[in-house]
Structure formats: C-alpha cells, structure tokens
C-alpha cells in the first residue's frame, strides 16, 4: 500500500515539473531563452572535451533554434521606453540576437572541425554576447537570473 501511495506521489510529481517549469518563464521570449539557457549551461561545461563534440553539437542546435525563434519576439522592456524610442529598441533587440545566432553559427564550424581551441573562444563570446544582451534588452528585475 505504501508503495503505491509513493508511486503515485512520484508520478504526480513527474507529470507536474514541466508544466511548472514552463510556468517559470513570464513571457514567450523567456520561454526560448530558458530552453537556452539549460542547452548553453551543458555546452560550457563540455566546451573543452573533444570527446563530447557530438553532443556539443545537439545541444548547440537547441540554442541556436531558440535564438532564431527569439528574432520574433520583442523584449518586454520595450513598453517601458518612450514611444519614439521603441522601433529602434526593437531593431537593436534584433541586431543583437542575429549577431548571437551567427556566434552559433561558427561555433558549429570549429565544433565539425574539431577545433575545441576555436569553440571555447566562441563559446566565451556568446557568453559575452549573454551578458550584453541582458544589460540592455532585459528588464531589470529579471537581471539577477
Ligand atoms: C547563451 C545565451 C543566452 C542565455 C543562456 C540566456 C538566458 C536567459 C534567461 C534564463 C532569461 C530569463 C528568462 C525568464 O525566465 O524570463 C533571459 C531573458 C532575456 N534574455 Fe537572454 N539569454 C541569452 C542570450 C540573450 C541575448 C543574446 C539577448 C539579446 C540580444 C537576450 C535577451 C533577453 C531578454 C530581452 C530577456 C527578457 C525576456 C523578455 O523580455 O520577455 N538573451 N535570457
């Protein structure tokens, strides 16, 4: 009996996690960038492990997937700029976010090539980019995240 009131509690508690963890994120854009941000965390770990390449490399394409999808978005920030202010704001948003997906893109080529040398600089300026892009398109109670 106590065994299947724990398997229950554990079934409950598989079913619910992602549902609360999608709930976690505030906007869609937050959604991507969440889906980015477990795939990246992976990548750093492993940037230097040539050994680990190929899953390097399948979890680059969630990044990159979610960065590209992020380019229809429009940070939540905008509504705090002035009026006249937001397109730019937008445009700058965007112009960020390719240049992040290009990164992606040469982190893919070191990566085939096996340049690990190559992939951890990359890799250390698409944390750059992170960082960057956070200071200017987030909002600010979402900075310590
Ligand atoms: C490795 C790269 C990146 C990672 C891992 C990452 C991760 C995150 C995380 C965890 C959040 C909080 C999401 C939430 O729960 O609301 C976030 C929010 C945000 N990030 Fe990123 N980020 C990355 C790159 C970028 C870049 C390059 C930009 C802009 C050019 C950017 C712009 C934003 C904005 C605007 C938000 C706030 C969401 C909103 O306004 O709705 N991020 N990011």
Known sequence: ?????????LACSLAVS???RA???ETELGGKMEKMSSAFRVIRRQINDASKNADTLTKLAVVKGNAEASLKFEPALKSEKPKGDQA?????YQAGMKKFVELCGKLEAALKKG???EAAKICGAMGDAQKAGHKEFKKDDKKKK
């Open 1 to 9: 009996m106590k065994i299947r009131t724990l398997l229950f509690a």
């Open 23 to 25: 709930a976690d994120a």
């Open 18 to 20: 992602p549902v609360v």
């Open 88 to 92: 730019k704001f937008v445009e700058e």
């Open 115 to 117: 340049d690990n040398t």
